[in-house]
């Protein structure tokens, strides 16, 4: 079925516009959602929810390009889902990640401006191989637990672990050649 003939049967509130949706553009609205999420069951949550909000808001809208109105629908979705997902895991690992580095990373000191401390940080990561930069980074930018880092890795827990321990520890003698107090 053509887009015109399943936005009209949204305009007709004909609950086969649904169906004709989904057959049309299942896969790709739950690659859309699945892609960012990276959860089959929040994707299944994310799915339903872009086909009642196709249905809630067609009409009065009248898309151009049916494709992209519901992958920008799904996109949406997916987004809030997976900001709603991590302020429960960020808190647990933003405690876990500073207090990790709080014996390596001072308080700003008070000759040492926030810009400057960022402008070192920025200076010592582009000086790591890029696994540890990505290793470091998604530990404490990102603030992932070790068990995630594995996984979008494929490294063990115990060479992150080590990684990040090392990697700190070089943070520490950088700072310090750069007379920066710890």
């Not at 790709?28 to 929810?49: F, G, P």
């Not at 008070?110 to 200076?123: C, K, Y």
């Not at 990697?167 to 750069?178: M, Q």
Request: glycine share 4%; charged share 30%.
């Amino acid at each position: 079925m053509d887009d015109e003939s399943i936005v009209s049967l949204y305009f007709s509130r004909s609950e086969s516009a649904i169906r004709e949706t989904e057959a049309k553009y299942g896969p790709a609205i739950s690659d859309c959602a699945y892609n960012i999420l990276l959860s089959r069951r929040d994707t299944e949550e994310c799915v339903n929810d872009a086909y009642l909000g196709a249905w809630n808001s067609i009409p009065p809208a009248r898309p151009a390009s049916l494709r992209a109105y519901l992958l920008k629908i799904t996109r949406n979705i997916a987004i809030s889902r997976l900001r709603q997902n991590l302020a429960k895991k960020r808190s647990r690992e933003l405690e876990i990640s500073l207090s990790e580095l709080e014996d390596v990373l001072p308080a700003c000191p008070p000759d040492l401006s926030p810009q400057e401390l960022g402008e070192l940080l920025n200076e010592f990561l582009a000086g790591l191989g890029r696994d540890a930069r990505t290793v470091f980074l998604r530990k404490y930018w990102f603030f992932d637990s070790v068990a995630d880092i594995s996984a979008r890795t494929g490294f063990s827990e115990a060479k992150i672990k080590t990684s990040l321990h090392r990697t700190r520890e070089r943070l520490r003698e950088f700072l310090t050649d750069k007379g920066v107090a710890v």
